[in-house]
């Protein structure tokens, strides 16, 4: 039990360490007002996440820089270098509401009928293409939606360990590939 604690505190100490160099003194101030319990949210959340917390997702200008480079920093790629997989793979993916669950968010699964909390990814490879630059910044963009958008609620797959990279690539191989259902098929739901 005593080890424990000592576990405990030590773990708060070194959160609060971090919140400490990542945050400034006037925001160390405004989280210490807010109680006990307020400061412990902080303090439990990753430094990244805290600063979103803090300013309430609208990052100001001046901080945004740094936030996007430590982002972009964050993406790691697939062993063999690739950013398109295999779409039919990525179809599972994309498609499952136990893995990826993109299109409760997204307009444009030839499977289920789509949300519409991110963009319309409707026939997304059509209209974009498949240059380099269109994969990797939609690999990216998978991966780590912090380094393009700011707090933004779409999670991030590859960042948080939710995806590999390798199923990171198989889901924009299924968004970009000509061949894909998902190019070939129409949404459900569109007109």
Sequence with gaps: MKKALLT??????????????YFQDPELERIKSGGKAYAEVFVSQRPDQALC????????????????????SLI???QNGKLMGDWKKGGAIFNNLQKANCFSCHFGSPVHL???VGPSLEKY???RGQSEAVQRYTYEVIY?????????VMYRFGAQGLLTPEEIADVV??????ES???????????
């Design 114 to 116: 789509g949300g519409d």
């Design 8 to 21: 405990l505190l030590a773990l708060s100490l070194l959160a609060w360490g971090l919140a400490q160099r």
């Design 53 to 72: 917390s803090i300013h309430r997702n609208r990052l100001p200008a001046d901080l945004l820089p740094k936030f996007l480079e430590e982002q972009r």
């Design 173 to 178: 191989a299924y968004l970009l590939d000509p």
């Design 125 to 127: 490879g059509l209209k």
């Design 144 to 152: 780590n939606a912090w380094a393009y958008f700011p707090c933004t």
């Design 76 to 78: 790691k790629y697939p």
């Design 181 to 191: 259902e998902f190019n070939t098929k129409p949404a459900v739901g569109s007109k």
